[in-house]
């Protein structure tokens, strides 16, 4: 059977090779690699955290972040949770993070760090 979304491909890949080397990412001064299994196990617990504390169908998530490893997990757990996400750049000012974030109705918002999270405050 072809997987019919993203989510699908997902767990069909993990699936299929939970062993092989996912993605490889900088942590420090050191690289570390994630198996597909890892990916899985990650993507299920912001899956699941979403869904426990209310998270719809197709209902909007943010990521106010800059391209890193969190930022792709975060985005696969909010699709297999049956969300949307919807992006912040993270040169993005408070008032630019406010209305995309009330444009969008996003229900959650995931943030890099304490700078990004204090533009959402404000």
């Not at 059977?1 to 069909?12: F, G, I, K, N, P």
């Not at 090779?17 to 890892?38: N, V």
């Not at 699941?48 to 719809?56: A, D, H, Q």
Request: negative net charge.
């Amino acid at each position: 059977m072809t997987a019919r979304t993203v989510s699908e491909l997902l767990l069909d890949r993990i699936a299929a090779t939970p062993k092989r080397e996912a993605f490889r990412h900088r942590h420090g001064t050191s690289w570390h690699a994630l198996t597909w299994s890892d990916v899985g196990e990650r993507v299920r617990s912001i899956a699941c955290g979403l869904r426990s504390l209310g998270l719809t169908d197709e209902a909007r998530c943010a990521i106010l972040s800059g391209t890193r490893i969190e930022w792709i997990l975060v985005d696969l757990g909010v699709l297999c949770a049956g969300g949307a996400t919807s992006t912040i750049y993270p040169a993005s000012t408070a008032d630019e993070c406010a209305y995309i974030v009330a444009d969008s109705a996003s229900a959650f918002v995931f943030a890099e760090n304490d700078t990004q999270v204090a533009k959402l405050i404000a």
